[in-house]
């Protein structure tokens, strides 16, 4: 949901969705990344190899959640507990669900509903919102917190929504992956995952 805007007739469209397939790439749909970078695959065996590549039966970092509204902001306390000392970045993205928007190529009504729809990420500058906000280097077995804030936007359903919260890596060149993630409701918590 990143070409047709809101106004050309699609509610599912986000100026976030359309920073991220900018930055990673996207061409056409369907379009399959891995990692948040440019890497894509079409063919099964291609895919079954990124996920070969990129699964850990234990994630490198374990990460919590936790997230309430107070006028019209989304505050998300992100923990990340160190497995490795290394250079760690916390992400909150906003998705939301059951978005009602009619499908080009449809066969059957549900193919109309739209769920998991980026509607913002945290943060100011696109590596941020992308990658999250900068930890530093934490030491393994240590844990850290951040406060992140997202502004509600009038469009969405919030009761339809939930937060994807992203912990990111430094993976020696400057550049980052992903280490784990978890979905957390709004209003609710989720404690630390390291799966």
């Not at 970078?37 to 959640?65: C, F, P, R």
């Not at 919260?165 to 390291?194: H, K, M, W």
Request: glycine share 10%; proline share 2%.
């Amino acid at each position: 949901h990143s070409y047709t805007t809101i106004a050309e007739g699609d509610p599912a469209y986000s100026k976030a969705a359309s920073t991220l397939s900018r930055e990673v790439g996207v061409k056409s749909y369907p379009w399959l990344t891995f990692d948040l970078t440019t890497n894509t695959a079409y063919e099964l065996e291609e895919i079954q190899g990124y996920i070969d590549i990129n699964h850990d039966d234990i994630a490198k970092a374990g990460v919590s959640a936790s997230a309430r509204v107070v006028d019209g902001v989304i505050y998300v306390n992100a923990g990340v507990k160190a497995g490795a000392t290394i250079l760690y970045r916390v992400a909150a993205w906003v998705l939301e669900d059951n978005i009602q928007a009619t499908q080009t190529g449809a066969t059957a009504s549900w193919q109309h509903r739209h769920n998991n729809c980026l509607r913002e990420m945290a943060g100011v500058e696109t590596v941020e919102k992308m990658y999250g906000k900068e930890i530093g280097t934490i030491e393994a077995g240590k844990s850290v917190e951040r406060i992140l804030a997202i502004d509600i936007a009038e469009n969405w359903k919030i009761d339809n929504c939930k937060l994807l919260v992203i912990v990111t890596a430094g993976d020696g060149r400057g550049g980052f992956g992903v280490v784990n993630s978890l979905l957390c409701p709004i209003g609710g918590e989720v404690t630390y995952q390291y799966n």
